[in-house]
């Protein structure tokens, strides 16, 4: 263990219901050790611009239960450059910071890397609704999210039912479908559509053309943004199908709200421990929960993985969906 006078913690990229919580665990964490706490605003872009400020244990007080970020998110196009990032370390040592925790997505921990193999000492903490981060179980934000998807699927199933009309569910997933997955498995949707399974956009148009079940008077499509838009999809029922359902899109709804429990204490076990990790001396890694244990791997490594969908999930969604 060595001693660290200053540490800077930062939030890039989206933001996710449990940064603040996250925010809160590394300040109280690093004073807990007597170490000063700085709060970097918006992101990298803070950085280059030094927009930094001392953090005591009041100042993240009442945050946990917060959805956002007090530090304010920005994406940074200069700090992705070799340029950028030599100025941000120029900065960093300039202000007197010894390391830096970075809770952010796949953008902002690619950066994160880059800072560490530059020499500068880093941890990285994965924050995304979409939890799209390689080799990471569950990143923070992730089951607030679904949880405001699950909200909004009960009560458009009450409409749909009492109108026996079908509803397209629009949820963010660029490019993975873990939001669409799990919220409607869990949602009871009657059809699941996700980047990673492209194809199957037209077996579900076939199958809806061809007619459901007879008894089945309305249905609930859950569609991930990244596979085709919900109006795009209703105008193609509409037309190949005669069928014309509800669209609703849910957009940055999803982004908002307090942070559930699970993602609370999530966010508050990654915190504390991005700063175990760098007062012992570790840089360049991303710490995450696995198998309920606290551990963390080379930032490097992660995205050399490719995330990936639960495909016994999808097979179950498929056979409940008779």
Not at 16 to 24: F, H, L, Q, S, T
Not at 81 to 103: C, F, H, P, R, Y
Not at 119 to 137: H, K, M, R, T
């Amino acid at each position: 263990m060595i001693t660290l006078d200053k540490i800077g913690v930062l939030t890039s990229g989206e933001d996710a219901p449990g940064m603040n919580a996250a925010i809160r665990s590394v300040v109280r964490s690093g004073l807990h050790y007597g170490i000063e706490m700085v709060g970097i605003k918006y992101g990298f872009q803070g950085i280059l611009n030094e927009t930094m400020e001392k953090m005591d244990s009041a100042s993240v007080g009442p945050i946990i239960q917060r959805g956002g970020t007090i530090l304010q998110s920005y994406i940074c196009e200069e700090i992705s450059t070799d340029a950028g990032q030599e100025k941000a370390i120029e900065n960093l040592k300039k202000q007197g910071i010894e390391g830096l925790v970075v809770i952010g997505g796949r953008e902002a921990l690619k950066v994160t890397a880059a800072l560490a193999e530059k020499g500068f000492p880093c941890i990285g903490i994965p924050s995304a609704i979409e939890n799209d981060i390689p080799g990471v179980d569950e990143a923070i934000g992730f089951d607030t999210a679904l949880n405001t998807i699950i909200d909004y699927i009960d009560q458009i199933l009450d409409t749909a039912f009492s109108h026996e009309k079908s509803s397209i569910i629009e949820v963010m997933g660029k490019d993975t479908g873990n939001l669409a997955l799990w919220s409607g498995l869990a949602g009871g949707a009657e059809n699941i559509l996700i980047p990673e399974k492209q194809e199957d956009v037209e077996k579900v148009v076939e199958q809806i053309k061809n007619g459901s079940s007879p008894d089945r008077r309305f249905s609930i499509i859950i569609v991930a943004e990244g596979t085709v838009s919900g109006i795009d999809l209703n105008a193609r029922l509409k037309e190949e199908a005669g069928i014309e359902s509800r669209v609703t899109v849910l957009g940055h709804t999803q982004r908002g709200g307090a942070p559930t429990a699970r993602d609370r204490v999530l966010a508050s076990r990654l915190g504390a421990y991005a700063i175990d990790l760098l007062v012992n001396q570790e840089s360049g890694k991303l710490a995450v929960i696995k198998d309920k244990k606290l551990v963390s791997y080379d930032l490097g490594e992660i995205f050399s993985q490719k995330t990936e969908i639960d495909e016994s999930m999808y097979e179950l969604s498929g056979r409940l969906s008779i």
